[in-house]
């Protein structure tokens, strides 16, 4: 990766993701691509440069590549399984017409491109306990199926045309920098800005509802790992499970109470959230992932906990 092309930038990954990849190859290597109404703010204007790409405008994306000689392009825009659900068409123009727009981007230009799947790109009928890397994958939401094209058609182009496409199923990614949006796992960021706020909590989702959930640096991690990894090694492509914790709402609130006793929460469980949740995996299985490029998590529950807390306490009070 040399020159680098982020789009979604100011979103909830790629705003951090911007900001770690410019640390590790310089601000001037990675553009931070945006869409008009999300414009990049303070260091992540100043970093670097900045430019206009909208997946749903092939064009400009591929000006945007020839102007900055990008290689590598980080496609993050995507609404989540929530919200998609609201606008599904919107959705697909996003999630699938955009992915092809800069999947022929990246094959003229020879760019490498990741674009993240997610444990939502399963369904109830997947095994949900140690999600198997290839198994049954027959989600009923937009956002889901638009996650298995995801992974479809980047091994489409790959194996087609040759275009270095990989990426990872995420988990729900948790962060004290920019909030999700109307994803089912953002119960587990919300917990903590009302821990720190010193509020009760309303849980959308009940008691004992499994989920895979990630710390955003080790998300930014498998992100960067998997685009640096020694392509020879790898057997799968598109797709890898990657996983560091499972958790339900009763275990990290547990969590959170052991640094904040005060804390209370109490559950008014969301029917679409939770029909959401329970489609998908209580934990996946991330051998292949550890087995292909090495993908090794850092946080646990108990350590993101206190980064949490320590990082909201500072912004918030
Ligand atoms: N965080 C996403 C969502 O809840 C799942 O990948 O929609």
């Known amino acids: 990766m040399k020159n680098i092309l982020v789009i979604g930038s100011t979103g909830q990954i790629g705003s951090e993701l911007t900001r770690v990849l410019r640390a590790r190859y310089g601000g001037s290597h990675v553009v931070a691509g945006y869409i008009v109404g999300a414009e990049p703010k303070g260091d992540l204007l100043e970093g670097g440069p900045a430019a206009i790409a909208d997946v749903t405008d092939g064009q400009h994306i591929a000006d945007v590549v020839r102007e900055y000689k990008i290689d590598t392009i980080y496609n993050l825009a995507a609404l989540l399984s929530v919200v998609a659900e609201s606008r599904p068409r919107l959705a697909w123009k996003i999630g ?105 909590f309303q849980c959308p989702i009940a008691k004992g509802t499994l989920m895979d959930m990630m710390y955003m640096p080790d998300a930014l991690k498998a992100a960067i790992h998997i685009m640096e990894a020694d392509g020879s090694r790898l057997v799968h492509h598109n797709g890898f499970n990657v996983a560091s914790m499972s958790f339900d709402p009763e275990t990290i609130f547990q ?35 550890r087995r292909e490029w090495d993908w090794s998590p850092d946080y646990d529950l108990e350590s993101m906990t206190v980064d949490m807390l320590k990082n909201l306490r500072a912004r918030l009070l």
């Open 96 to 200: 699938i017409d955009g992915l092809w727009k800069v999947l022929e981007v990246a094959r003229e230009h020879q760019c490498a491109v990741f674009t993240p799947s997610s444990i939502g790109s399963f369904g109830l009928d997947t095994p949900h306990d140690n999600t198997p890397q290839d198994t049954i994958q027959r989600p009923r939401t937009i956002y889901g199926i638009s996650k298995v094209t995801t992974e479809l058609l980047s091994d489409y182009y790959h194996l087609k045309y040759g275009v270095d496409t990989r990426s990872v199923r995420f988990p729900g990614i948790i962060s004290y920098m920019t909030p999700p949006g109307g994803g089912t796992t953002d119960y587990a960021v919300d917990i903590y800005y009302s821990a720190v706020r010193g509020q009760k």
């Open 255 to 289: 969590a959170i109470k052991r640094h904040c006793p005060e804390f209370e929460m109490e559950y008014q469980v969301d029917p679409l959230r939770q029909s959401i949740a329970d489609s998908w995996p209580n934990k996946m299985d991330d051998s292949c992932a």
